[in-house]
């Protein structure tokens, strides 16, 4: 749901750089969540599904590091 209201002032982070830490968090998050999946399929030898989480886990950390590239040059540091 886009807002047409930038939201910055309440924040104190300008809308676009709160989404991409958002994104950040979010990918991170998701690889620490696939990490039980994987575990999970592991555990009931199911290959197709542990092939589907790793390689969602791999694509979560390259989002996640995509992100933290991006929010170093935008954010300075």
């Known amino acids: 749901m886009a807002s047409s209201t930038e939201t910055g002032d309440i924040t104190g982070t300008r809308d676009k750089d709160y989404n991409l830490i958002w994104f950040v968090e979010?990918?991170?998050?998701?690889?620490?969540?696939?990490?039980?999946?994987?575990?999970?399929?592991?555990?009931?030898?199911?290959?197709?599904?542990?092939?589907?989480?790793?390689?969602?886990?791999?694509?979560?950390?390259?989002?996640a590091e995509l992100g933290k590239q991006l929010l170093r040059t935008r954010l300075g540091g």
């Open 26 to 63: 979010a990918c991170l998050s998701n690889a620490l969540r696939m990490e039980t999946y994987i575990q999970d399929a592991e555990r009931e030898n199911d290959t197709e599904v542990l092939e589907l989480f790793r390689k969602a886990q791999a694509d979560s950390r390259k989002g």
